[in-house]
Nanobody, 117 residues
Framework: QVQLVESGGGLVQAGGSLKLSCAAS????????MGWFRQAPGKEREFVAS????????YYADPVKGRFTISRDKAKNTVYLQMNSLKPEDTAVYYC??????????WGQGTQVTVSS
């Protein structure tokens, strides 16, 4: 079964850190882009960061540049999102997704991140 499973969310104070994990299974992801998205209450889902599974090229949304780092561990088939200097506006459900070439068509179930002020 092809799936993405996120973990690592939780409650943290502003200025704190969290590291999200996304375990991928069921297919070979070597040609994929892997991304993190988030959706805050009452808002649309937005792009956070992405990484090329093969080459490791990374891309970030402006609000998280310099604070978040996306990485992947090929041996563990896992993608990570290290989040530092968290702000209350980072509060959202964070989703991992896989892009096989044209669009993100495989999504995880999401993990809640809550940043208190």
């Amino acid at each position: 079964q092809v799936q993405l499973v996120e973990s690592g969310g939780g409650l943290v104070q502003a200025g704190g850190s969290l590291k999200l994990s996304c375990a991928a299974s069921g297919r070979t992801f070597s040609s994929y882009f892997m991304g993190w998205f988030r959706q805050a209450p009452g808002k649309e889902r937005e792009f956070v960061a992405s990484i090329s599974w093969s080459g490791g090229s990374t891309y970030y949304a402006d609000p998280v540049k310099g604070r978040f780092t996306i990485s992947r561990d090929k041996a563990k088939n896992t993608v990570y999102l290290q989040m530092n200097s968290l702000k209350p506006e980072d509060t959202a459900v964070y989703y991992c997704a896989a892009n096989s070439g044209t669009r993100y068509d495989l999504w995880g179930q999401g993990t809640q991140v809550t940043v208190s002020s």
